[in-house]
């Protein structure tokens, strides 16, 4: 691997054997095609919507329904084969919906690069498309282009280029051609330019050093790919729990039919129909341990929370990603456009012994100027407002309005774009500037870093604005500016401009210094060391790109909900500490730890920095993903957010990536497992908040829905050890599981929210996902269940003849009312039902109302008849609702009075 930035010009077009001035020639460019490939991004090859289809077969609880539909059939069971495997395939479906929506981050990678080049072959400028550069082409870079490759700059007039999305970096970066160190990170690599990066200044010569998949952004495509997705907490736990709940029910099963092979063989009855029979009461065991309807009534209630999520600005592409954020512990949080405005803009001017604070967000022209806290009106600072006129006319950006999103946007570099804008706060606006016309100019280069404008004023006088670093600019200044008045500059002022300068430095802002020099007409030579000289020092400008006013609020709404926000920007050491302190992500410089340090770090000392650390900067895309390993690594349900294309691979690489929707690259949007549409720091705990309630209410519905198999797993063992007829068949379990239990799980999903959410820690990842208590109540609910249900079986028996028909229709209907009624205290693990309200869940309300619908309609009507009960009068009706309560009662007695007390919260 070579590194370009390191290499002298000389080295490069030896190595490539190419020549800055002739380029390449027609017969070496096809040879280098054959050789290197296209200049373009590869995709690895997709998985077929067919092998999406057969991997949701992979599960083991649908194993295990495939094996029990099987069986059904083998044995003449057809209908409750086909309805299980109508379920299985529905689930399927679900789940290549949702896989289906696939990745796009490489299209929108691609899209990202220049369509055409300004390229030098056989000595001649031709225009070629992008996709066919070869390393050794010499490029032309002009303002406006995309960089078509990665290139080592050769040649540069006033180059900057806007490396944002790559680097992380604010202000647009300039470049040059001398030779850097080996270790310079991404972000100062100052002769290289990046594939799909933007010239937004001057121009520019370039060597192509790599393409496709060998560039930085190719790099990240190939990081994009590679990556495995991982499974989120809920899944992995659901996936553990169903594995558990099989093994349970193939052991029941195999128990109670060697038991009945065992009892046949012992009494002599052994037979084929004695098999059969055994074999169906197994099959309705593994149905009713099953709870089928758990995978569906999870997606569905997960895709309500996504449909409320998008009501409040935070678009959710993968289901599970919602129950993600409920459980994340750590928010990496890149910097730039994200936490911060990713506008540059002017918050300090000095001017003489006068410091003014600038209020107003990013490029928006309204604000004020406070001096020592009070408003100032301009025309009373002469120096001051002479300061913003020249930040004004020594500029070439351009402010504008944007009539269709109403948002004021730059048009050029940051940093002037800051410039223009604090001067308009004072009014001067681009009409007013018409009356200064420039006449000529002395353009800003790295070596002097100045640039001089000059314009006709009132007087028809020229005046020549000078803006620049403050220790290139002072050094020619000879007069300073005081209540509008030169006069020679002494050690005093000197030292006080210096200091003023170095304090606004400490605070991280990005300084310029304004000065002038007056002329009678435009000189002849305009050679800068004789213009730039002799110059009335006006005052300094102190600018930053500022957080976003909401998000500290947002950040201390995560620190006191137990979550850790950590910063991971490109930007400056400096630059980061100043902003993360502002927002109360860091209170020391101890917490900081910069790109190259990573590098240095073993990945055992990365482990433990990562405990501590809540600033990384100056990182590349490799160092995030590090940062993000070390902390997975530690235990921690990591979320990372970002805007940038360097953000995408540890967007990817994080429990959940989570893309800004406004300043977001169609790279990072694609990755991103969520998209806040609003740009809000705020809205991503909004998110967690809702993650966190619908991760509480999935608990609620698989505590209701496991309370309910489990008793009728123990109506079917219990009817066996005691000797009795099974009081439930096979294709009634199924309607009970997958129908009439499905609609008060769904209303459970959609239970509002328990109070203080979000003063809690998050749970941990390890954390059972039924808790000591719960379990504890749905032994008692099943086991109570179990048994009304077989004393109205018995009931059944004993007040109709022994009609087999009659009492399996008591067990039938008793348990499904038995499961309306116990839904309403699934509610709550800890508050009483009549606490919460009886009827105050309108949808568990109309969820219970459809299974009272859809009970009566599988006992009257043709249904029944499928369903192998009598219709029941109004007698039985009445046993049977006289039955149903009782397991509502016992589990209500036991939250009154056992309920451990700390959880009563």
């Not at 907490?233 to 009945?260: D, R, S, Y």
């Amino acid at each position: 691997m070579k590194f370009w930035h390191q290499l002298s010009i000389e080295q490069i077009t030896t190595d490539l054997s190419t020549d800055v001035l002739k380029g390449l020639g027609h017969e070496e460019t096809i040879l280098r095609q054959s050789q290197y490939g296209f200049n373009e991004l590869t995709e690895k090859n997709k998985e077929s919507l067919l092998r999406k289809f057969i991997n949701q077969f992979k599960d083991f609880l649908v194993l295990i329904l495939l094996a029990a539909s099987v069986i059904s059939l083998l044995i003449g069971e057809i209908t409750d084969a086909f309805v299980i495997i109508a379920i299985v395939i529905l689930n399927a479906s679900l789940g290549v919906f949702q896989e289906a929506k696939a990745e796009k981050a490489l299209e929108a990678l691609k899209r990202m690069s220049a369509p055409s080049s300004k390229t030098i072959r056989d000595g001649n400028l031709i225009l070629i498309p992008s996709r066919e550069l070869v390393p050794g082409d010499v490029v032309i870079l002009e303002a406006g282009d995309y960089i078509p490759a990665d290139i080592r700059i050769v040649e540069t007039a006033n180059l900057k280029v806007e490396e944002a999305s790559l680097t992380g970096e604010s202000a647009a970066v300039e470049k040059d051609h001398a030779t850097l160190r080996n270790d310079a990170p991404l972000g100062d690599r100052h002769n290289i330019g990046f594939m799909g990066t933007v010239v937004t200044y001057g121009r520019g010569k370039g060597i192509v050093v790599a393409t496709g998949m060998e560039t930085e952004i190719g790099k990240i495509a190939t990081m994009i790919q590679t990556l495995e997705e991982d499974s989120t907490p809920l899944q992995k736990k659901l996936k553990e729990f169903g594995k558990l709940l099989g093994v349970l029910g193939i052991a029941i099963c195999a128990v109670v039919f060697l038991v009945g092979i065992y009892n046949g063989y012992r009494a002599g009855t052994l037979d084929f129909q004695l098999i059969q029979s055994m074999l169906m009461i197994s099959i309705s065991l593994a149905v009713a341990a099953i709870p089928e309807g758990l995978p569906t009534v999870v997606t569905i209630v997960l895709a309500l929370g996504m449909q409320r999520m998008a009501k409040k600005n935070a678009i959710v592409k993968k289901l599970h990603a919602v129950e993600t954020l409920g459980s994340t512990t750590i928010i990496c949080s890149d910097k730039t456009g994200t936490l911060t405005q990713n506008q540059m803009t002017v918050v300090k001017t000095v001017t003489g012994a006068k410091t003014f604070e600038v209020t107003g967000k990013g490029y928006k022209p309204e604000g004020e100027f406070l001096l020592e806290g009070a408003k100032i009106t301009i025309d009373m600072e002469k120096d001051l407002d002479l300061l913003l006129l020249g930040a004004a006319l020594c500029n070439d950006a351009q402010l504008k309005l944007s009539l269709e999103t109403q948002t004021w946007n730059i048009i050029g570099d940051p940093t002037e774009g800051a410039l223009l804008t604090v001067a308009a706060k004072a009014g001067k606006v681009k009409d007013d500037l018409k009356a200064y016309p420039r006449v000529a100019e002395i353009p800003f280069d790295s070596a002097r870093k100045m640039m001089t404008t000059f314009h006709t004023m009132a007087n028809h006088e020229v005046m020549a604005f000078t803006k620049g670093a403050p220790d290139m600019l002072l050094k020619n200044c000879t007069q300073v500016l005081s209540h509008g008045t030169a006069r020679s500059m002494t050690e005093e002022d000197n030292r006080t401009i210096q200091e003023a300068n170095q304090a606004m430095s400490s605070q991280a802002l990005r300084v310029l210094a304004i000065a002038f020099r007056e002329f009678n007409q435009v000189p002849n030579d305009l050679n800068p060391s004789t213009v730039e000289r002799e110059m009335t020092f006006i005052g300094l400008l102190g600018m930053i790109d500022p957080a976003r006013p909401e998000a500290k609020e947002a950040v201390n709404v995560c620190i006191s909900a137990g979550i850790r926000p950590i910063m991971i920007t490109g930007d400056h050491p400096g630059t980061a500490f100043a902003i993360a302190k502002d927002l109360g992500i860091a209170t020391n410089e101890d917490q900081v730890i910069a790109g190259q340090d990573v590098n240095n770090l073993s990945k055992e000392q990365l482990q433990e920095s990562v405990k501590y650390a809540t600033v990384f900067a100056r990182v590349s895309p490799e160092h995030k993903m590090s940062i993000i390993d070390a902390l997975r690594i530690n235990g921690e349900v990591v979320a990372m957010t970002g805007d940038g294309v360097n953000d995408a691979p540890a967007l990817k690489k994080a429990h959940i990536g989570i893309a800004m929707g406004i300043t977001g690259t169609d790279v990072t949007k694609e990755a991103a497992d969520m998209i806040v549409s609003d740009d809000n720091f705020a809205t991503i705990v909004t998110a967690v908040e809702e993650g966190r309630v619908i991760f509480a209410n999935i608990r609620k519905f698989i505590f209701f829905l496991l309370s309910c198999n489990a008793s009728e797993v123990l109506v079917i063992f219990l009817a066996m050890i005691l000797g009795w007829p099974i009081p439930l068949l096979a294709i009634q379990l199924l309607w009970i599981n997958l129908v009439t239990d499905a609609f008060p799980a769904l209303a459970l999903g959609v239970e509002k929210k328990e109070p203080n959410m979000m003063e809690s820690p998050p749970r941990k990842p390890d954390e059972p996902l039924l808790s000591q208590n719960m379990i504890i109540m749905i032994a008692i609910q099943s086991i109570v269940m179990a048994a009304t249900v077989l004393a109205a079986f018995k009931y059944g028996l004993h007040t109709h003849n022994d009609d087999l028909s009659v009492a399996r229709t008591f067990a039938f209907v008793t348990l499904i009312l038995s499961q309306i009624i116990c839904a309403y205290s699934a509610r709550s693990e800890y508050y009483s039902t009549f606490k919460l309200g009886f009827f105050s869940n309108k949808y568990l309300n109309l969820g219970a109302g459809l299974s009272f619908i859809l009970l009566l309609l599988s006992v009257y009507g043709p249904l029944h008849i499928i369903f192998k009960t009598i219709e029941p009068g109004i007698p039985e009706l009445v046993a049977m609702a006289l039955f149903a309560p009782i397991p509502f009662i016992a589990t209500e007695i036991y939250k009154l009075f056992f309920t451990p007390p700390k959880s009563r919260r």
